[in-house]
C-alpha cells in the first residue's frame, strides 16, 4: 500500500516525510494563531500593533508555500505514471472540498456564527481531504 | 481500452509485481492498467510492448475503431 512505508520508494518516502512535516506545521501554526486570537499568548490582536497581526496572519502561509513547492516537485520526479494521476486527483479534490466548503459556508454567513474562521482552515481541510482521497483510491486500485 | 496484458502476463508465469518491477511501475498501476480501468501513456505503452516482444496494437486493443 501507498502509506505502508516499506512499499514507498525513496521519492514518495521523502515526498510523504517532507508532507507529513509541513502538516504538522500547519497545524503547530493553527495553533499558534488561535492563541493569539484569543489572547493566550500575553497579548491580543485588539491591543497588539497592526504589523504584529500582519505578521500572525501571514504566518501560515509559510507551511503552505513549501507544500506548493513540494508538490510539483515531486511530480516532476515521479517516474510512475499512474501514481502522478492518482496523486493529481487527490490534490484536484482535495482543492475542491475546501473551496465547496468556503462557499457554502460563505453563503450562510448569517445562518452561520463560525463562517468567519472557516477559511483558517482551508489548509488542513486540503491536506486531510487530500491525503483522504489518495488512500481510498491506492486501496481501489489494490 | 481493452488488453492482453493479463494473458502475456500470465504466458511468463510473472506476478504482477514481477511485470511492475520489469517496467519499473508500482504494483496497482499494472493492476489498474490490466483491468482497464488506466490507459497507459505512450511511452509506458512502448516500453510494455519491448516487453513483450510485440507491437502495441497487438496488446491494446482499440474498443471503438471507428
Avoid at chain 1, 93 to 113: H, R
Avoid at chain 2, 18 to 26: F, G, H, N, P, Q
Wanted: glycine fraction near 2%.
Amino acid at each position: 500500500m501507498l502509506f505502508c512505508r516499506k512499499k514507498l520508494n525513496p521519492l514518495q518516502r521523502r515526498f510523504a516525510t517532507l508532507f507529513f512535516v509541513t502538516l504538522i506545521a500547519t497545524a503547530l501554526l493553527f495553533m499558534l494563531e488561535v492563541s493569539f486570537n484569543v489572547g493566550h499568548l500575553g497579548f491580543s490582536p485588539h491591543t497588539s500593533p497592526l504589523a504584529l497581526c500582519y505578521v500572525f496572519s501571514l504566518l501560515p502561509v509559510i507551511p503552505f508555500l513549501a507544500m506548493m513547492l513540494l508538490i510539483p516537485r515531486y511530480l516532476r520526479q515521479e517516474k510512475d505514471e499512474f501514481v502522478r494521476t492518482l496523486v493529481l486527483r487527490a490534490l484536484l479534490l482535495g482543492f475542491a472540498v475546501p473551496m465547496v466548503v468556503d462557499t457554502v459556508v460563505g453563503f450562510a454567513w448569517k445562518a452561520a456564527p463560525f463562517a468567519d474562521a472557516m477559511p483558517m482552515f482551508n489548509v488542513d481541510l486540503f491536506c486531510i481531504t487530500a491525503l483522504f482521497v489518495l488512500a481510498f483510491q491506492v486501496r481501489r486500485y489494490q | 481500452m481493452k488488453n492482453r496484458l493479463r494473458v502475456l502476463r500470465a504466458e511468463r508465469n510473472w506476478s504482477q509485481a514481477d511485470l511492475a518491477e520489469r517496467l519499473e511501475v508500482s504494483r496497482q498501476s499494472v493492476n489498474a492498467i490490466e483491468t482497464g480501468k488506466f490507459d497507459p501513456s505512450l511511452p509506458l505503452a512502448f516500453r510494455i510492448a519491448r516487453l513483450f516482444n510485440s507491437s502495441i496494437e497487438s496488446i491494446f486493443l482499440d474498443s471503438d475503431p471507428d
